[in-house]
């Protein structure tokens, strides 16, 4: 996943998918693959970048 190898010591944001099955896992990503993976890419063109909810 996008938390292994160097990306693990350079994370940078926190994904939240919503899926069909109403599960919500929360990823650790780190820039590269947030500006670079196919996924990650397609869902900030279509849905726009959240900034992430204060609690």
Known sequence: MASR???DHKLV???RP???DGTTP???V???WLTS???AI?????NGFREPAVP
């Open 42 to 46: 397609a869902h900030i063109t279509t």
């Open 30 to 32: 780190c820039g590269e």
């Open 26 to 28: 929360r990823w650790r």
């Open 13 to 15: 944001a926190e994904v």
């Open 5 to 7: 190898g160097d990306c």
């Open 37 to 39: 993976h196919p996924s």
């Open 18 to 20: 919503e899926f069909s």
